[in-house]
């Protein structure tokens, strides 16, 4: 029998729709593997690349929690006695203090622990878009442009907390899709859970999710009031939905409350406090309206880590899709929580590169959906051919500017050399100082020593404090050897003469390129 003549066109249709979602679901696992063969490059290399100030300091966190730390008053000892200058929960560090208690290389556990949640973000992803109702294709062009964008592929394999952030605030804004399409009470009770862990975890991802879902939840009050629901409904579903998100936020600035009484203790945690940092977070007006941002940072440089060399076609994707009004206020929701995120915290942007972890995936989504819409109209040639281009343009991307800093073995940076030196030349009760490589925790995390490392910004009246007597800052550890790093002593500028002194007369026991140990003993025979 000829199934062709048997079979309708109805059948026909769905047949190829099949086949068309299979192609998709095997374009995405070749592009996991992508993702895992990134990871695999570098895995072994130390932390040293790009951002290393962040790695090391997540990392830092984390190796003090595997020696018995506190959670809560965690330590980061790097700026000297008391050690503690908690920034956010440590809800990445425990998990990947956990992954490493099993033997696992703790450079190797934090890279894991963070792919890890980058792979599993496409499991909220996949629940948000059933309940919108969104088709399997948006869905896996959304998760495809997700895994191969280059901003994702580089970070989700250094030792950060981004991709935890990022799981859980995209699994709050899929069980507020449930909880507003039900009145769910598990997705309630996930809203609370995702929500905490995700403002707790980085407190700068979350709000951007909390917006967009706040317009989701206001699109759904309109189209229902619309539709002659009562009034009284649709103002416990908003009573209820701001409680929910509420809950979170409430607990994120407790948290922050009382991390800054803790940082306070520590004289130079006195200067990264939320108040103290709140210019440097948020930004100034001048810079959320200046050409830098829109043309340099947003166009030429976020847009393009998200979605590869060819970005412009996602805006011909949109065009093409545009008559589907549902799913392009989807998309136009995505793109106003990409932005929201920069306005809010754009000085952070701006220095930043990693910080796009948290706002990357609405660009996915905004672009993911409009493929949808043109792969659910039967065209699946031209989509399928947007998708592989944009997809051949992010990985190009990343190959050209990436693969190279992959690739590339940190075992001969100074740094690493003056930690691991400085390991073997101090006893674990004894400290460091370190000068000239800002506040970052290279030498404090490689050298597993505690250290006070004076950044270039520390008030001169604090500074001559510190070099007239060390031993006040560094608690009981005695002071074992001076990190020195030379290209970093511009920044002292008026402390540098307190510098010069403190450095006088010391013999030096190693050098390697820009960076030498000192001995802490002053040689008064000079």
Not at 114 to 135: K, R, V
Not at 402 to 411: F, M, S
Request: hydrophobic content about 50%; glycine content about 8%; charged content about 10%.
């Amino acid at each position: 029998m000829d199934i062709n003549k048997t079979s309708t066109p109805e059948s026909r249709a769905a047949a190829v729709s099949r086949h068309v979602d299979g192609a998709l679901w095997m374009a995405l696992g070749a592009s996991i593997c992508f993702a895992l063969y990134v990871l695999l490059i570098g895995i072994k290399t130390p932390i040293l690349d790009n951002f290393y100030f962040r790695q090391t300091q997540t990392a830092l966190t984390t190796y003090w929690l595997t020696q018995g730390g506190p959670w809560l008053a965690y330590e980061t000892p790097v700026l000297g006695y008391p050690w503690s200058i908690p920034f956010e929960f440590p809800v990445f560090q425990l998990i990947t203090a956990a992954v490493a208690s099993l033997g696992i290389h703790l450079d190797v556990a934090g890279r894991s622990v963070n792919f890890a949640f980058y792979i599993a973000t496409l499991w909220p992803l996949g629940m948000l878009a059933q309940t919108l109702g969104l088709s399997r294709a948006s869905y896996l062009a959304t998760a495809i442009l997700y895994v191969l964008s280059p901003t994702y592929l580089y970070w989700s394999r250094t030792f950060l907390i981004e991709s935890c952030a990022l799981f859980f605030s995209v699994l709050w804004l899929a069980c507020l899709a449930r909880f507003v399409q039900s009145g769910n009470k598990g997705s309630a009770v996930g809203m609370i859970v995702a929500g905490s862990l995700a403002i707790l975890a980085k407190a700068t991802t979350f709000p951007a999710f909390a917006l967009v879902g706040g317009l989701g939840v206001l699109w759904v009050l309109v189209s229902r009031l619309r539709a002659g629901a009562p009034v009284g409904s649709l103002i416990k579903l908003t009573a209820l939905s701001l409680l929910l998100v509420a809950i979170p936020f409430v607990i994120g600035l407790l948290w922050v409350g009382y991390t800054d009484s803790v940082k306070s203790a520590n004289p130079l945690g006195q200067h990264l406090t939320s108040s103290a940092l709140s210019a440097w977070n948020f930004g100034s007006i001048s810079q959320k309206l200046s050409r830098d941002l829109w043309v340099n940072i947003i166009a030429g440089r976020i847009i393009p880590d998200a979605m590869g060399y060819l970005y412009l076609l996602g805006l011909a994707v949109a065009i093409v899709a545009f008559s589907c009004t549902r799913n392009i206020a989807i998309a136009t929701v995505s793109v106003i929580g990409f932005l929201a995120s920069i306005l809010a915290f754009t000085n952070l942007h701006m220095v930043h590169t990693y910080y796009q972890v948290a706002n990357a995936v609405f660009l996915a989504i905004a672009v993911g959906v409009c493929l949808g819409i043109i792969f659910d109209r039967g065209n699946y040639a031209v989509a399928a051919t947007f998708l592989a281009l944009i997809a051949a343009g992010q990985i190009s991307l990343f190959v050209t500017a990436y693969k190279p800093i992959v690739e590339t073995d940190q075992r001969p940076n100074w740094l690493w050399q003056a930690a691991t030196m400085a390991h073997r030349i101090t006893g674990p009760e004894q400290s460091l100082i370190v000068l000239g490589d800002d506040w970052s925790s290279a030498v404090a995390y490689y050298s597993k020593r505690k250290t006070l490392t004076i950044p270039g910004w520390t008030p001169p009246e604090l500074a001559e404090q510190i070099f007239s007597d060390p031993q006040r800052f560094l608690g009981n550890n005695t002071l074992g050897a001076i990190v020195v790093c030379d290209a970093g002593l511009k920044d002292y500028k008026r402390s540098m003469p307190l510098v010069e002194r403190f450095l006088a007369n010391r013999e030096q026991v190693w050098r390697h390129e820009g960076c030498r140990i000192l001995s802490s003993q002053i040689n008064n025979n000079s």
